[in-house]
């Protein structure tokens, strides 16, 4: 059985694992976009783009609202392996276009009346299983011509909902959309898996939470960020006070430094990063798929194998995208004789033995192959150095004592 509704925004006293899904009361014919919030969005984030060019508000609001499907009351489906309590507060905390604390579902984000959300949710050890059910559940009551009338008619899913849990993505030409983070962790619903469903009392939503033979388990029962202030006459939402008094986030950061690559660690990303994108993400779905028809996917290793392994490619393409956005490429045509990031060195350590190092940026760091970071202890003691000098490096075991005998 379901527990709800409770009005997005308030705690929800639940610390189980589970499933959870937010809804209107009644269908909406049209998605209820907020301009402002979405300019604000666009002002705040510089690296979102849309089919690859900056759009503009108007543009972005009308994407966005190719998704909606009027006739469903459920937006977003999500689901926790330890605390819906938790996660919901987290989603409630994280400010549009930020990724912390968590950023699923960050498409509600830009509707107007989000304190009359409704939440629904069910605690269940088993919230894969409930999950991929509840997609199934809501793609299945979609009708085929509203489903046609998508910006994207083959994947369907609850407005804010971006992937399906086989890893297949909504292609809404967003990207960039969330500001990038130096401790890059799954945020959003394409790192965290959601699917569809209703609430208990909204028509197809009763039946999907409250069925036992569709979930295929037992029984179940069952804060926002600081964000950029606008003038307004009318009082905040509960929404707003609620973000008002949850301090301060990752949105107050400082933009992250560029990223130093020489031209060949800069090709290899790149070459990475189409490895993952064309030949392990589909190679991943393709696993998952498979082993989802083999039914009981509590008892099934090869479907939990496959999601654990999407969960690690998946985390490594935002991170190579999100080093990608900014990035600032080595000189390695100009040589004055100085050490600098792009440099072969060779030393001499304090009993004869020589060391050759290679300075590149903190991302291209291979210690075994040589190859340091500019902002290590021995690359910062190298920079800027010439053959002949001496120099000392403080490293964890002490001191290093070594003289540069050749720059290249």
Not at 98 to 118: F, H
Not at 204 to 209: E, I, Q, R
Not at 325 to 339: F, H, K, M, Q, S
């Amino acid at each position: 059985m379901a527990d709800g509704p409770a009005t997005l925004g308030t705690p929800v006293r639940s610390n189980k694992p589970g499933v959870y899904l937010i809804e209107v009361a009644t269908p909406i014919v049209a998605a209820p976009i907020d301009f402002n919030t979405v300019g604000r969005w666009l002002d705040r984030v510089p690296t979102l783009t849309l089919d690859g060019v900056r759009p503009t508000g108007r543009d972005l609001a009308a994407r966005l609202h190719d998704f909606w499907l009027p006739g469903q009351t459920v937006l977003y489906v999500g689901m926790s392996g330890a605390s819906i309590g938790s996660r919901l507060g987290a989603f409630v905390r994280t400010p549009l276009g930020d990724r912390k604390p968590y950023a699923g579902g960050y498409w509600l984000k830009t509707l107007t009346g989000l304190d009359r959300l409704r939440v629904w949710w069910a605690e269940t050890d088993a919230a894969e299983e409930y999950e991929d059910a509840l997609l199934e559940a809501f793609a299945a009551a979609v009708p085929a011509e509203v489903a046609a009338a998508l910006h994207d008619p083959e994947v369907v899913l609850p407005f804010a909902n971006l992937q399906r849990p086989d890893g297949v993505r909504k292609r809404h030409g967003l990207a960039g959309a969330l500001l990038a983070d130096d401790a890059s962790q799954p945020a959003t619903d394409a790192d965290r898996r959601a699917a569809g469903a209703r609430g208990r009392t909204g028509g197809a939503t009763s039946g999907v939470l409250r069925s036992r033979t569709a979930l295929k388990t037992g029984p179940t029962r069952a804060t926002p960020a600081r964000a950029k202030p606008a003038t307004r006459s009318t009082p905040p939402t509960p929404w707003e006070r609620a973000s008002r008094s949850a301090g301060p986030t990752t949105g107050s950061k400082a933009q992250r430094p560029p990223t130093r690559l020489s031209p060949s660690g800069l090709a290899a990303l790149q070459a990475e990063l189409e490895e993952l994108t064309s030949v392990t993400r589909p190679a991943i779905v393709a696993r998952i798929v498979a082993a989802r028809e083999l039914g009981d996917l509590k008892e099934n290793s090869d479907y939990h194998e496959a999601r654990r392994e999407q969960s690690f490619a998946e985390g490594r393409v935002q991170a190579i995208e999100d080093l990608l956005r900014n990035v600032e490429l080595i000189d390695e045509g100009i040589y004055d004789g100085r050490a600098r990031l792009g440099s072969t060195v060779v030393v001499e350590g304090p009993h004869g033995d020589e060391e050759t190092f290679t300075l590149v940026g903190s991302s291209e760091a291979n210690p075994a192959a040589g190859r340091i970071s500019a902002g290590s202890p021995i690359g910062t003691a190298l920079l800027d150095r010439v053959a002949g000098d001496e120099v000392e490096a403080i490293i964890p075991s002490g001191r290093l004592r070594f003289k540069i005998l050749a720059v290249r």
